[in-house]
T-cell receptor, first 111, second 113 residues
């Protein structure tokens, strides 16, 4: 079945860039997603990338997609304390009807 | 729209009791998903519905868990009897399409003692 993997923890200093990595197995995914979960809250869509794109930039966020290696990354520039959260990578399964979420990367931003 | 609404936000119950979690999806969304989140297992999809019909319940842990969607604006997840290992945060999410953005509710934190 589909599998999405992420490193579980990342710590960065305020003002530095954060890079959160994700690998996935289903090469037929049309979209790949990044969700953010703040403490005590549900998940919120942060950004997504269509599978025929290599890169997508949205203000401080840059998503890079390497389809050959099935590798997705999320870069947050000028990381702030408000960016501290868990970030989930997700892909759509083979049936196109179901998200497969990674385990989440807990980002801690140190002052 | 108020977003996905879940109730209760917190539930504490004793082992063996029946627990019912409720969800109201965003109006017009055809898909509804139930997830469970724990530190050990992360986010797990339990079941999802399309147009009120259960499509995939392979994630439901065991027969103690059941989910219904009697109409487009309401779904329940029931655990009977509950066990301490069921303690988790349960999220409901809805989306317009299967591939589209899923909108998550705030979750129900369940504690079974």
């Amino acid at each position: 079945g589909e599998d999405v993997e992420q490193s579980l923890f990342l710590s960065v200093r305020e003002g530095d860039s954060s890079v959160i990595n994700c690998t996935y197995t289903d090469s037929s995914s049309t979209y790949l997603y990044w969700y953010k979960q703040e403490p005590g809250a549900g998940l919120q869509l942060l950004t997504y990338i269509f599978s025929n794109m290599d890169m997508k930039q949205d203000q401080r966020l840059t998503v890079l997609l390497n389809k050959k290696d099935k590798h997705l990354s999320l870069r947050i520039a000028d990381t702030q304390t408000g960016d501290s959260a868990i970030y989930f990578c997700a892909e759509i399964d083979n049936y196109g009807q179901n998200f497969v979420f990674g385990p989440g990367t807990r980002l801690s931003v140190l002052p | 729209d108020a977003g996905v609404i879940q109730s209760p936000r917190h539930e504490v119950t004793e082992m063996g009791q029946e627990v019912t979690l409720r969800c109201k999806p965003i109006s017009g969304h055809d898909y509804l998903f139930w997830y469970r989140q724990t530190m050990m297992r992360g986010l797990e999809l339990l079941i999802y519905f399309n147009n009120n019909v259960p499509i995939d319940d392979s994630g439901m842990p065991e027969d103690r868990f059941s989910a219904k969607m009697p109409n487009a604006s309401f779904s329940t997840l029931k655990i009977q009897p509950s066990e301490p290992r069921d303690s988790a945060v349960y999220f409901c999410a809805s989306s317009l399409t299967g591939e589209g953005e899923q909108y998550f509710g705030p979750g129900t934190r369940l504690t079974v003692t």
